[in-house]
Structure formats: C-alpha cells, structure tokens
C-alpha cells in the first residue's frame, strides 16, 4: 500500500526569488533536485520511504510544501504505521538542523516551521487481482490487506469491501456474480 505524508519546511540558508514559483523554471528544477537529494539522505533510512515531491514553493527565506511518499506493508495496520513514520520524518529533520549552519548544510531547515499538514494511506489497488482471477469474474473480487501482503477476495468473503449476505445456503461466484446456494 502506498501513503503520501504532506509536510512544510522553512529553508534558512536559500533566498526566494519568484523564478521559483514556476515549476518549470530553470531555478524550480535545480532546488527540486537538490531538495530530493537532501531529503533522500535525511529520510533514506525511514522505512518504506520512496521519495519527495515538491508541490509548492514560496516566500519566507523559502518555505517547501512537499510530499513525502511512502510504501507501507498491505497486512498492516496502515494508519498506525504512517503515524508513526511520520514521527521518523520529523526526528530525521530535527537532527538534521541540531548539525546544520549555512556554512556545512547544503539546505538547512528552521525546526519551528517544520510540520505535518496531512497524511493519507491510499487504499490496495483492485488491479491486484486481475492477474489471479478469471476476467468473467473479477469485478466480484477485490484485494484486502493480510499479514503476508494482500489477498484476493470474492464478494462471498465476510472481509470483502461488499460481502454478499448470504443467510441461507453458502456464497458462490459464478459469471452472474454472488448467489446463495
């Protein structure tokens, strides 16, 4: 599963300049890259972490709205694990500035005016399936998050994201979709 964990940063030792409100100028791409590399180094050792992307930049020294995104184990408890992801996030750039001046630090962040502003877990791709289920049948399956990763589950599934209520008889598939028999 993936989670986008959205955050802000303050950059002390960087000047604003309005070229860097437009993504596609030549001094959007150059902080961009410096950016993730730093934030590949400062959050490398996080787990599950895939990268950053910048979603906005503006004045105040420069102030970075980015996402931080994530991949995060199906058979957990996803919300939990990011919550506590994020507090690695924010350790990993409060350590960062407690060994950082504008003379060693390629970007250094003020830690007040660093936050987390959102963060959500993106549900498992139904598409996970369709190389395991016969295409007659694979609107009536969908993923669920188990230990070992995720399973593919029919509507008769108790589990399922629109279980099949079946009172008398037991659940079955067919290409006409979920039946009591």
Not at 59 to 76: F, N
Request: net charge negative.
């Amino acid at each position: 599963m993936s989670a986008t964990v959205t955050m802000s940063a303050q950059v002390l030792n960087r000047a604003f300049s309005p070229a860097l409100e437009n993504p596609k100028s030549p001094e959007f791409t150059q902080f961009q890259l410096e950016f993730q590399e730093k934030m590949k180094k400062l959050y490398g050792n996080v787990e599950g972490y895939e990268g950053v992307e910048i979603l906005s930049l503006r004045e105040g020294s420069v102030v970075v709205t980015y996402d931080v995104l994530l991949r995060v184990a199906a058979g957990t408890d996803a919300p939990t694990v990011v919550e506590d992801l994020v507090e690695d996030l924010l350790a990993a750039t409060v350590a960062n500035c407690s060994q950082c001046s504008a003379v060693t630090c390629d970007i250094c962040f003020n830690t007040s005016h660093t936050s987390v502003t959102n963060y959500t877990v993106q549900p498992l791709d139904a598409a996970l399936c369709q190389p395991l289920i016969p295409p007659s049948l694979i609107g009536y399956y969908s993923a669920i998050p188990a230990p070992s990763g995720a399973l593919c589950v029919s509507r008769c599934h108790p589990l399922s994201d629109r279980p099949f209520p079946c009172v008398h008889g037991a659940c079955a598939v067919s290409g006409d979709g979920p039946r009591c028999q």
